[in-house]
């Protein structure tokens, strides 16, 4: 059997699932018509766990695996509880005797567990296990990309700061200086452009030290040793940068929001706008309240009630938990300075699950959200790779131009987290050397898409058609209005051409026709916009 190098992490996970002939015996499958066997255990999870049998491991091998295979690489196994959401009220030698049964089933199946938490209740016993695979390479390295959102003064550049180098805030900024592009920004403290810092885990679920003083420059190492990268998208708070976060949010397809929220200041100013932002593009969102060790008590406590207010209410209809120990590790609330709720803060990054299902059998889409011009390699983009797989080497087209055109070119190269890989599958933020292309041949809100001679170029839009919601407008929005629209890294000007009522209002929804003001783009149909 020959796997292809570029399917390395797809065959690792295969070759966990079992074949289901040596165990049939043990259990019976249906099928729903959509093609997918479901395993109908005969047995209970407990009897299983509690038996020795080679039969009982060899259907929790599969079992596992399979959980893993559809966690992206891992999974949050919760000991204690059966399939069906039942507890097994497990003895404290009950539980021994699981946990040393799963242990020797993941083992055998050659992955990692880390016990996250254990608790207790009326001598009955359970808790939550992290099962990850042993990456062999960075091309199989679990990501998990979080934008940071927040009112100015929050505490967003200072928290990635303090949890990505794993050392306190001074008081006075000193963490979040990393993280700044320009030095206006660290003159002033305040993010004007795109961020991005990174923090990684290794299988056993502990946090992969930070290399000291190089900074950004040691992304390579963490990777290195790291089976699982959160990558956090550091974004403004200023009301005058909304346009670079609304890009942000939109262009490095996060799968969590962060919302930060000062303690003392509580939900103000851009707050509110970000966390409209996060539920209209349907991002799951987990919030954090800072700078705790400068609020008084009952100033937290009405944060913390005007925040389950909002959440609660017709718009957001959210219900918020809130985190105080392990056991409930999805809100938080932290300090920089004192360190007080970041131990929780990182127990629950690392349990992050992987929410988007990503195609990597499909035809190959990347979208491009920055563009560099590196000395002796030529123009290089950057973005997330939507669908498909693609290695080094191959031709590409890349488009659409001013006039709608898509030109050839080749894969030089393909960078991740800044190590240098063979492949890139969907779901990755991953960097291209591109061959022959010139910087100015190259623009934000391009596609790179496969390059197939049966198959035409893709189809690019000058006119589209999008079903809208007017979240909030001060006044009435007529034919020929224009706005900046920005879906995915496309962000041009488009005027609406037409819609069936008169006019649109604060609440309204519609269907509307938009025109793009400058040159065509390429929009996948189902596409999310936001102006």
């Not at 040596?22 to 009897?47: A, C, F, I, W």
């Not at 000291?212 to 990268?229: L, M, P, Q, T, Y």
């Not at 974004?235 to 303690?263: C, M, Q, R, W």
């Amino acid at each position: 059997m020959t796997i292809d190098k570029g399917d390395q992490l797809d065959a690792r996970l295969a070759l966990l699932t079992l074949d289901s002939k040596q165990y049939n015996s043990e259990y019976s499958t249906t099928n729903d018509g959509t093609g997918e066997p479901h395993v109908m255990h005969e047995r209970t999870l407990k009897t299983r766990l509690l038996s020795s049998q080679e039969q009982d491991i060899l259907v929790l091998k599969d079992f596992l695996s399979m959980r893993i295979k559809e966690g992206g690489g891992e999974t949050l196994f919760e000991l204690g509880i059966e399939d069906d959401g039942t507890p097994m009220k497990l003895t404290k030698n009950d539980y021994d005797r699981c946990l040393q049964t799963i242990l020797r089933v993941a083992n055998e199946l050659g992955v990692d567990c880390a016990c996250i938490n254990k608790t207790s209740r009326s001598d009955t016993y359970s808790g939550h296990l992290m099962f990850r695979i042993i990456p062999t390479s960075v091309e199989d390295m679990l990501e998990i990309r979080v934008a940071v959102m927040g009112n100015v003064d929050a505490g967003k550049s200072t928290t990635i700061g303090v949890l990505t180098q794993d050392v306190l805030d001074d008081g006075r900024g000193k963490a979040r200086m990393g993280l700044f592009r320009h030095l206006h920004e660290r003159e002033s403290g305040r993010t004007s452009s795109v961020g991005g810092e990174i923090i990684g885990f290794d299988s056993k679920s502990c946090m992969v030290p930070h290399p000291g003083n190089s900074g950004r420059k040691g992304w390579d190492e963490i990777c290195s040793k790291a089976s699982k990268i959160i990558s956090f998208v550091d974004l403004a708070g200023h009301e005058k940068y909304l346009k670079t976060t609304v890009f942000g949010i939109t262009g490095n397809s996060p799968d969590f929001v962060l919302l930060l929220i000062g303690g003392n200041a509580g939900v103000i100013g851009m707050a509110k706008e970000h966390l409209g932002l996060a539920l209209s593009l349907g991002i799951p969102l987990f919030i954090v309240i800072t700078k705790i060790d400068r609020t008084p008590p009952n100033v937290l406590a009405d944060t913390i009630k005007n925040l389950r207010t909002i959440l609660k209410s017709k718009a957001c209809q959210k219900l918020p938990l809130l985190v105080k120990t392990t056991d409930d590790v999805v809100n938080s609330v932290v300090s920089n300075v004192t360190g007080e709720g970041l131990p929780l803060l990182r127990t629950y990054l690392n349990a992050l699950p992987s929410v988007n299902k990503y195609n990597t059998n499909g035809a190959f889409h990347f979208e491009i959200n920055d563009i560099f011009s590196v000395p002796f390699v030529g123009t290089v983009v950057s973005g997330c790779l939507k669908m498909g797989t693609i290695h080094v080497g191959d031709k590409v087209l890349y488009g659409p131009d001013y006039f709608g055109q898509f030109t050839t070119t080749t894969i030089k190269s393909i960078q991740r987290k800044r190590i240098s890989v063979p492949t890139a599958r969907a779901g990755q933020s991953v960097t291209f050397a591109l061959k022959n292309v010139r910087r100015k041949m190259v623009r934000k809100g391009m596609v790179l898409v496969a390059c197939d001679k049966d198959v035409p170029p893709p189809k690019v839009s000058r006119r589209f058609e999008a079903e809208i919601r007017i979240l909030y407008h001060s006044t009435t929005i007529k034919k020929k209005y224009q706005a900046m629209v920005h879906c995915g890294s496309v962000r041009q000007t488009a005027q609406i051409t037409h819609f069936e009522q008169k006019v649109l209002r604060t609440g309204d929804r519609a269907t509307v026709q938009f025109e793009f003001i400058k040159h065509p783009e390429y929009l996948p149909e189902g596409a999310k916009l936001i102006r």
